[in-house]
Each structure stands twice: as structure tokens, then as C-alpha cells.
């Protein structure tokens, strides 16, 4: 199944504002936590199968619309003077 979005850590690098968290970020055991045994602070969690947890990154795409609709004038408006320089051309 195809999902349309974007990747969190491409966006950020235009629209930061846009982005919270960090890129590949894992669970990591903190100061207060209950530590298992053979656990310090700072060690990454794991899951059942011994894999580290993601932290996954968020996107708030509402702050991406500004920036899309300003794009879209502009090539619109890009268009539209090529449109008109070919029309232009084809009545010589």
C-alpha cells in the first residue's frame, strides 16, 4: 500500500519549524528509571527481540502550506509568461 507524506528529517532541513525530534533517535534508559540488571543511564532500550525503539520524529504539515502555496504561484506565474512568450511566437 502506498502512504503520500513526507520524511520528517528531508523537511526539516527546509522548514525545521515544521519538525520535532531527531532523526534515528532510540529509547535510552534515563536518570529514575527502574534499570534492569546490566543496565546503565544512557544505555539504549530494547525490545523483546533485542532491538533498539525508535523515537520516531513528528511533522506539523500545516506549516508546510504556506511554503507549498507560495511555490505553486510562482510556478504558476512562471508558466503563464512562458505560455505567453510561446503564443507570442507562434502568431510570427
Known amino acids: 500500500r502506498t502512504v ?3 520524511l520528517a528529517h528531508e523537511a526539516e532541513t527546509v522548514v525545521p519549524e515544521a519538525v520535532t525530534g531527531t532523526k ?3 529509547q535510552v534508559w534515563k536518570e529514575g528509571d527502574d534499570l534492569p540488571d546490566g543496565v546503565s ?3 539504549n532500550k530494547l525490545d523483546k527481540d533485542g532491538k533498539t525503539i525508535p523515537v520516531m520524529q513528528g511533522i506539523d504539515q500545516a ?3 504556506p511554503l507549498l ?3 505553486l504561484q510562482e510556478a504558476i506565474a512562471k508558466i503563464e509568461t ?3 512568450k510561446v503564443a507570442a ?3 510570427e
Request: aromatic residues 4%.
Open 69 to 71: 502555496t507560495a511555490a
Open 24 to 26: 534515528d533517535a532510540v
Open 41 to 43: 543511564v544512557g544505555d
Open 89 to 91: 511566437l507562434e502568431t
Open 82 to 84: 512562458l505560455e505567453t
Open 63 to 65: 506549516k508546510l502550506v
Open 4 to 6: 503520500d507524506g513526507f
